[in-house]
Nanobody, 120 residues
Framework: QVQLVESGGGLVQPGGSLRLSCTAS????????MGWYRQAPGKQRELVAA???????NYADSVKGRFTISRDNAKNTVTLQMNSLKPEDTAVYYC??????????????WGQGTQVTVSS
């Protein structure tokens, strides 16, 4: 089995910062792309940032210059550093990973979600 465990959400004021972390564990052979998605009330889930196994990154236009995604392949961890937070960043953030298990099966896995609230 594979699990993704997230941490780092919370309440911050506009202009503040948060760091989200997600660690994958279980019968993992390799991890390809990892990313962060978010979903606000009444809206569809959207991609915030993604990173390949070699470190290539992709960001939503709304977060470019403010958020940074990184990963530690040895620890199966992906991190999202969020700076200059805005109220519109408020959402539940979900970790995502494309994983090949030890049995040779590939699948998409999701974290449980962590709430990020930006409010004064």
């Amino acid at each position: 089995q594979v699990q993704l465990v997230e941490s780092g959400g919370g309440l911050v004021q506009p202009g503040g910062s948060l760091r989200l972390s997600c660690t994958a564990s279980g019968r993992i052979f390799s991890i390809n792309d990892m990313g962060w998605y978010r979903q606000a009330p009444g809206k569809q889930r959207e991609l915030v940032a993604a990173i390949s196994s070699k470190g290539n990154t992709n960001y939503a236009d709304s977060v470019k210059g403010r958020f940074t995604i990184s990963r530690d392949n040895a620890k199966n961890t992906v991190t999202l550093q969020m700076n200059s937070l805005k109220p519109e960043d408020t959402a539940v953030y979900y970790c995502n990973a494309a994983i090949i298990t030890n049995w040779g099966r590939r699948g998409e896995y999701w974290g449980q979600g962590t709430q990020v609230t930006v409010s004064s």
